[in-house]
């Protein structure tokens, strides 16, 4: 603490400088054990994540009589997309060999108006709810949270006698009306918050402006929500996408999406398996989503994180 | 008391992020007990620097000691320094007291010596009813002196400051200040602070060191500063409202300098250059409160000037004039207001003026 | 009067959430209200009033597929979310460290997330196949003695769902957790590190209790997803081997569709229900006191 202790310290410290010596510049980073490691199991993990959809990719491009070698992780040694075309248009469910194609169209007409129509509902809703709540509308929504925690068993039969009674149950409608349904409670959540973030000085100077609840809505609120429903988009195509329950009790035989025919083929107990056009199927079965994440990157974790601030 | 051993120095330190750099070869010396305050404009790399010091950061070039002890390489720990945050950067789900005590706990001090510690700091601090509390039931300026009690148990020679004061009120801050004054005359530490705000600076400060574009422009005592600024960067950094600044030349009339713009003519017999100037294209700076109304006689130089805006700010009064066509403020006590429009005669010595290079901006 | 009912009930604003009403009234009230009534009732493949009392749910406790699928749910659901939590959390803090590449190390743990459950049931089948999958490959290099097939044995299959379940979430939870870690004030990070307190504690002692929200959030997620799993379990193993791997979610759709057994389908609906409304009514009241701490 003295100034007789600096003095004694300073010439050592002045000669070891005066030599060349002592920390200068950058500390050397020495490439410890610890990065070595973090790294390892970065890399560990990635391969854990890869290597069952490289399986995938290989098998899907070999013949039959090579997988039978069993040489799993090999490269095709003679590439063939033909278990992949078979995949598409021949694949077998049963006595119906149609291959895939049908179920791709079927998932298209279900995932489009469904979208559509579960987000128009819930941008209404989450804007309703945020700047005109009427009385009892905050015990809807808490109700509708509630749902968004239920599991899908305890609704699915009454929504089955509700359809069938009034003829919708196994049909197109039926489908898009169940997915609107269960995509409510999510997509309302995510609006809500979203419009509560909007200044409130917006919606007043509206008002004060004399537009109504659709004009403001339409004008104002819509035109802001880029954002938002561009995470809904990605959020809802993927999920009905990818649904499979849904799918196999609403739609009826003919409109089963991809999911269902894919497990139908794979799953399927008569034959020989043939698992190139089985995998080919299974990448084709996801390959729309996996686009969409690809394509849509960071609004994809966005979406996710959104969808997740539950409550 | 202040010693003369040097307490931090930095030598030739550099540093960038990537391609960015932003400090460029820094040498600063900080005596014992010293109160140095790094001031300048946000992003000019004050927080960076002070983070360097912690150790915080990996410097690119250059060495840092402090006590005579070389700590480039050293864990910030082991610098001897106690840091405070702009944000608190309290443990939010501890109490006050394991705050306080958790890096001593850490370093695995005996419990007496960890308790002794809290108590002074806490006395120190007059935090002792506050000690069993979250950070949450904490108003600002109670979480800023706990942020500094965290320092102050650590029982260092060096305190760094990072705009501890910014997050809080213009009242709270004023108060802060002064108990940080008082706790720096107590202590005798050795204290570095950083801020963006000159008020701050000049009252704390033994020493300011103005900062620009990761470049130190100026090392010296508030008053040196605020009086003799080395450039036009910082004349107009300090001082509020704005130092006056215009443009004209230096002309040499006989044996005697004069600065002339527009028809004007101000005589520099008063003024003190640096070194034996040139003619040329010249910056004349003046200070508003440097300036007199209606004083008549006794001046180097008066002119007279039309008012275009009067400002009343309670102590005084900021009065916008134009003398010829340039724009020029003048503070003065609140009993001397003129009346807007009026036409004033004002009066100053040339020998407070600061003139810089008009390329350069270097003092002349 | 008029006025102060027009605000109470902006018409076009009721109009507007028409829909909501209808979703949250007429499905999760009385649609959750029917589900469990009909558990009442001796209802067969259509429903019926005619109540029997407790009769399905005693039924239903006696059923040993009802036993091995809770059995089964609570296995599952501790060992994925614990291993899915753990993993998850390490992957969010190596992936912390300023790495090289992290947007590909991210895209690479995230994107079986975009896939079908469906997808990955199959995938996994694939894999653990004995054989086509890993066995199969290892025995090929050599390795004979090398057994591995997980899914063929009743005691093991379930392990194989998790591990599968792993693949499909883990990187979700890093995501929301390394969405946490990085929302932590940076000036906390350097306060602990002049304080001389190592990494590690920082992070055990400061970082993750700083981190509830996320936690809680990545665990929500998760409980979701194991209570409604049945995608999974019907692309891998569709409950087998035998009824090793069967699940609440899957014993409730086989009664309702297969078996026609509405009754003791609701019964065992209802009854998935329940602990999810004990944890939200346990929730609300945590939500609730902690709201009157806050405003009090
Ligand atoms: N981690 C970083 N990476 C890249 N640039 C940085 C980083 N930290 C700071 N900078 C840049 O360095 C400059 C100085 O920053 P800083 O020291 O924080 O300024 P201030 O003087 O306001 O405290 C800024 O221009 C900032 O953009
Ligand atoms: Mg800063």
Redesign the pocket.
Known sequence: MTAGQITAIQPVQEAQDQAGVGPIGPKPRRISAGRIGLYAFLVVAALFFLIPVYIMIVTSLKGMPEIRLGHLFNLPSEPTFQPWADAWLHACTGRDCNGLSPGFYNSVKITLPSVVISIICASINGYALTFWPYKGANLLFGLLVFGAFVPYQVVIYPLIIGLSSVGLFASLPGIIIVHTIFGMPILTLLFRNFYAAIPVELFKAARVDGAGFWRIFLHIMLPMSVPITVVAVILQVTGIWNDFLFGIVFAGRPNWPMTVQLNNIVNTTTGVREYNVNMAATILTAAVPLIIYFVSGRWFVRGIAAGAVKG | MAQNGTSVSIQDLSLS??A?S?LHTLNLDVAEGEFIV?L????????????CIAGL?DISEGRIFIKGKNVTWEEPKDRGIGMVFQSYALYPQMTVERNLSFGLRVAGLPKEEIDKRIARAAEILQIEPLLQRKPSALSGGQRQRVAIGRALVRDVDVFLF??PLSNLDAKLRAELRVEIKLLHRKLQNTMIY?T?DQIEAMTLADRIAV?KG?VIQQLDAPQTIYNRPVNRFVAGFLGSPAMNFIDGRLEKVGSDWQFAFEDVRIPLATYAFEKEPTPGPAVFGMRPEHVAFNSGAGWPFTATANVEVVEPMGSDTLVWLKLGKQNFTVRVTSERTPNNTDTVSIGFDPMRASLFDAQTGNRL | MQKSWRRRFHLPAVIGTIPMILVAVGVFVIGIGFSVLWSFTSSKLFPTYDFVGLAQYRRLWADSRWLVSVNNIWFFGLMSITCNMVFGYLLAVFMDQRIRQEDLFRSIFLYPFAMSLIVTGLVWQWVLDPNLGLQAALRNLGWSSFSFAPLVDADTALYALVVAGIWQGSGVTMAILLAGLRGVDEEIWKAARVDGIPTWRTHMSIVAPMMKGAFATAFVLQCVGVVRVYDLVIAMTGGGPGISTSMPAVYVIQLITVRQNVGQGMAAATMMLLPVLVVLAFGGILLWRRNREASA
């Open positions: 992020f990537g960015i932003v790094l300048g404009p946000s992003g000019c790399g004050k927080s960076t620097l002070l983070n950061l990072d705009e950083v963006h900062m990761g």
